[in-house]
């Protein structure tokens, strides 16, 4: 099914109209902080996406609404300066902070792996903050809203909760205020981790990550820059218990992946990272990164297109490489319809 574009253009105009007044602008460095906010990016412009931009141009992933309103995600083209900004730091802090992954090379040091997670679990700090806020407004208008709730929470939970049952449970307004409650305690985890990893920052010690780097030789255009919970691995096998699960519900347990994917060097680096503590629980999910090259290649892929809505590609790569049957079957992996897409894969990085 195709997009109708007027219709996209209207939902666009919708969802803007209902994020206006969440915006989350601060230095999460420090509360107090004056400094100016800067739209940070979660990906180094210069560095990285400079590296796979067309003419300024890159590839990702965008809604599209369908004639018959069903959402559905496209390979489409935007500037590179709008890709994965978020106003987390001040220009100072942001400057100061990163220095070692902005300015430097990458060689795997300690300090960079930790500061590429850092980074990665600063702007999912700052997103739930902004979802929370979004949420707010929504459960305030949920009975207006209701057709449009569907759409707006599509994006957040899509990754790994979208399912039919999950979507008509989400309408009841219960659920969708205990979804806000669970929401408030992972903030809460959020921030203490955050706090924690600062404490490490100012104290030098890079401590409490644990990254697994993964590395191609070659340099493949693809960036990517996430936060996610592995809910399964390449094979569909639960990572988590069913305790561990319900406490991931509940909000009391937070086991996140930072990915951070670049080329760099002549080649390319896939950065996986966890905070150390939770390292126990996502064995399963690291375990399917040792395989050989090629099955790196089709695991991390499938790993992007799963959880990672940041992710950005040359449009020459996308144009030479993949036919339009592929760039199909990629978008339908990415709106993840398990069900159908369980029988197919596709590797990403090819030569
Ligand atoms: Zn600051």
């Known amino acids: 099914m195709r997009e109708n574009k007027e219709k996209t253009i209207e939902f666009n105009k919708k969802i803007s109209e209902l994020y206006k007044g969440t ?12 400094g100016k906010i800067v739209k940070a990016h979660s990906i180094q412009n210069n560095r990285y996406l400079s590296k796979i ?11 599209a609404i369908t004639e018959n309103n069903e959402l559905l995600w496209q390979i489409k083209e ?59 407004k929504i459960f305030e208008n949920l009975k207006k809203e209701c057709d449009l709730f569907i759409y707006i929470y599509y994006p957040d939970y899509l990754k790994c909760l979208f399912n039919q049952e999950y979507l008509y449970k989400f309408q009841c307004k219960e659920d969708a205020l205990e979804i806000l409650e669970n929401d408030k305690l992972t903030l809460k985890l959020l921030k203490l981790e955050f706090e924690d990893l600062k404490e490490k920052i100012k104290n030098k010690t890079y401590n409490g990550i644990h990254s697994f780097v993964i590395e191609f030789d070659k340099e493949y255009p693809v960036v990517s820059n996430s936060t996610f919970i592995p809910y399964q691995n390449s094979k569909f096998e639960n990572i988590f218990t069913k305790e561990e699960y319900d406490k991931i519900q509940k909000g009391s347990l937070n086991p996140m992946i930072f990915s951070n994917i670049f080329p760099a060097s002549g080649k390319t680096f896939i950065i ?22 090629e099955d790196k290649k089709k695991n991390i892929s499938m790993m992007i297109l799963r959880n990672s809505e940041n992710t950005a590609f040359s449009p020459k790569y996308i144009q030479e490489k993949f036919s339009e049957k592929e760039k199909e079957m990629i978008e339908e992996l990415f709106a993840e319809n398990m069900a159908d897409t369980m029988h197919y894969s596709i590797n990403l990085f090819r030569d």
């Open 23 to 34: 915006e989350v602008s601060e230095c999460l460095w420090n509360e107090d902080c004056s």
């Open 78 to 136: 935007i500037g590179r300066s709008s890709f994965s900004t978020f106003k987390g730091f001040c220009g100072e802090h942001d400057k100061v902070l990163f220095q070692e992954i902005e300015d430097k090379d990458y060689i795997k040091t300690k300090e960079q792996n930790f500061l590429f997670a850092f980074r990665a679990l600063a702007k999912e700090l700052h997103a739930k903050k902004e979802s929370i806020n979004r949420n707010k």
């Open 272 to 293: 996986l990272s966890c905070l150390e503590k939770d390292r126990i629980y996502l064995e399963k999910f690291f375990k399917d990164f040792s395989g050989t090259i």
């Open 53 to 63: 931009s067309d003419n300024g141009k890159i590839i990702n992933f965008g809604p």
